[in-house]
T-cell receptor, first 115, second 117 residues
Framework: NAGVTQTPKFRVLKTGQSMTLLCAQD?????MYWYRQDPGMGLRLIHY???????AKGEVPDGYNVSRLKKQNFLLGLESAAPSQTSVYFC??????????????FGEGSWLTVV | AQSVTQLGSHVSVSEGALVLLRCNYS??????LFWYVQYPNQGLQLLLK??????LVKGINGFEAEFKKSETSFHLTKPSAHMSDAAEYFC???????????????FGKGTKLSVIP
């Protein structure tokens, strides 16, 4: 009963370093998302994917890249980390079910600190 | 473009008292609406959703919300607060007519609920 799994859960980076956050879902969902959560800002969509091999920009895509090489995985990359990217990152996924509302399932979050 | 406004970043209630968390939306079409709850150091969990069926929606843990089109509101209520309800609550909206965009959620900034014993 894994659902959406994110790794790593915690990471400290130095400014300019790169890293990749991995998201895996075992629900055969078509859609996957990366959000960031900052105090008083709610959740903001970084990038999303509507299927294997496709990605699209969300509300705050700058400084991030993503890839969806396999349906079950969605990777979020930071090429050159900046302190402004200190945040909690949430991966999520959902079925492609038009007309009945979209329930999005979230992972437990990845805490990233850039110093 | 759609947006969500949650009135009150912090709400405190006494145990056993009514919980009322406010959410107003802005959308050019009747939207889908959601309430999520986040417990400390955890991800978001769906409480309930409105998808144009019944306007009064019942969710988990005794919560319910009523869609009021005339007021563009989707307030979350629970008759009697429990200590375990202390968490942050997020209202979210999606546009069911926007194609691939209908699968995206726009979140409010959240309301942190404290329950006083």
């Amino acid at each position: 009963n894994a659902g959406v799994t994110q790794t790593p859960k915690f990471r400290v980076l130095k400014t300019g370093q790169s890293m990749t956050l991995l998201c895996a879902q075992d629900m055969n969902h078509e859609y996957m998302y990366w959000y960031r959560q900052d105090p008083g800002m709610g959740l903001r969509l970084i990038h999303y994917s509507v299927g294997e091999g496709t990605t699209a920009k969300g509300e705050v895509p700058d400084g991030y890249n993503v890839s969806r090489l396999k349906k079950q995985n969605f990777l979020l990359g930071l090429e050159s980390a900046a302190p402004s990217q200190t945040s909690v990152y949430f991966c999520a996924s959902s079925l492609r079910t038009p007309g009945i509302g979209n329930t999005i399932y979230f992972g437990e979050g990845s805490w990233l600190t850039v110093v | 473009a759609q947006s969500v406004t949650q009135l009150g970043s912090h709400v405190s209630v006494s145990e056993g008292a009514l919980v009322l968390l406010r959410c107003n939306y802005s959308s050019s079409v009747p939207p889908y609406l959601f309430w999520y709850v986040q417990y400390p150091n955890q991800g978001l969990q769906l409480l309930l959703k409105y998808t144009s069926a019944a306007t009064l929606v019942k969710g988990i843990n005794g919560f319910e919300a009523e869609f009021k089109k005339s007021e563009t509101s989707f307030h979350l209520t629970k008759p009697s607060a429990h200590m375990s309800d202390a968490a942050e609550y997020f209202c979210a909206v999606s546009d069911p007519t926007s194609g691939a965009g209908s699968y995206q959620l726009t979140f409010g900034k959240g309301t942190k609920l404290s329950v006083i014993p």
